[in-house]
C-alpha cells in the first residue's frame, strides 16, 4: 500500500509482500506512557490503550486484550492471534490465529534487521518440525558479513548491493535436500534501486530465475 512507512517496506514501489510480518504485522511498535499504551500500526497510525484500574482499554476500534508480563515484555492476544513487544516497545514475535494456544504453533520471529537499528524486520519463522524460514535485508553497505541472521546476500546483477531495508534472501533450513548440499536460499537482486531478479532453490547450474526490465 502507498501508505506504508519506508521502514515497514521490504521490497520497493510497484511490489508487495504479503504474509505475517512483511510489512504486513497488525502493530509494529508500542509505546508505553503513564496513563496510556499506544501501539502503532504498519501505517504508522497510533491506537491509544487507556489505562483503568484491571489493566487497559482498547480504543473502539480494537477489542484485544493487553498486559504487561512479569519479564517486562508486553503481549497482546485477540481473535487475530497475539503480538509480543519487548520492554523497549519492539514487536518481537507473532503467533497467528489458528495457533495462539497451540504449543505447537509456528512462531514468527522480529528484531532489527542490521546491528544499531531500531527498525523491526521479520527475522525467521518456525514451526514445530524444527524446519526454520530465515530472511536478510539490505543494510546500506556489506551485506556479506553484517545481516544478523548470518545470511550472505548475493549481489546476482551486476554487484549490485541491495536498498537499505529490502528484503534480499530467504533460506529454508530443515527442508529436504541432498546429502551435503547447502541449505537452499531465495537470492533476491536490485539494480538502480529496482527488484531485478529473484532465483529460487534448484541445482547449482540450474536455479528457476525471474529477471525484470523496466521502461522508462
Not at 489493566?55 to 480494537?62: E, F, I, L, Q, S
Request: hydrophobic share 35%.
Amino acid at each position: 500500500p502507498g501508505n506504508l512507512q519506508p521502514a515497514d517496506t521490504v521490497l520497493p514501489g510497484g511490489w508487495a509482500a504479503t504474509g505475517v510480518g512483511l510489512g504486513t504485522a497488525e502493530y509494529t511498535k508500542l509505546t508505553a506512557g503513564e496513563n496510556q499504551v499506544t501501539l502503532t500500526d504498519a501505517t504508522g497510525m497510533p491506537h491509544v490503550w487507556q489505562a483503568t484500574s484491571g489493566g487497559y482499554r482498547p480504543p473502539a476500534d480494537d477489542d484485544g486484550n493487553l498486559i504487561l508480563n512479569s519479564d517486562g515484555r508486553w503481549e497482546l492476544s485477540d481473535d487475530d492471534g497475539s503480538s509480543i513487544f519487548d520492554s523497549a516497545g519492539r514487536l518481537v514475535e507473532v503467533t497467528g490465529p489458528s495457533d495462539a494456544f497451540n504449543s505447537a504453533a509456528t512462531v514468527y520471529t522480529y528484531g532489527p534487521y542490521k546491528s544499531g537499528s531500531d527498525v523491526v524486520r521479520l527475522r525467521e519463522l518456525r514451526d514445530v518440525r524444527g524446519r526454520v524460514v530465515r530472511f536478510a535485508y539490505g543494510n546500506g553497505g556489506t551485506t556479506q558479513a553484517a545481516n544478523l541472521n548470518s545470511l550472505a546476500c548475493a549481489n546476482t546483477v551486476a554487484g549490485a548491493e541491495p536498498p537499505e531495508g529490502m528484503l534480499c534472501k530467504v533460506s529454508y533450513d530443515g527442508f529436504a535436500r541432498a546429502p551435503g548440499a547447502a541449505v537452499p536460499a531465495t537470492d533476491i537482486g536490485y539494480s538502480n534501486g529496482q527488484l531485478a531478479r529473484i532465483e529460487n532453490p534448484g541445482d547449482t547450474n540450474l536455479r528457476p530465475t525471474a529477471d525484470f526490465v523496466y521502461n522508462g
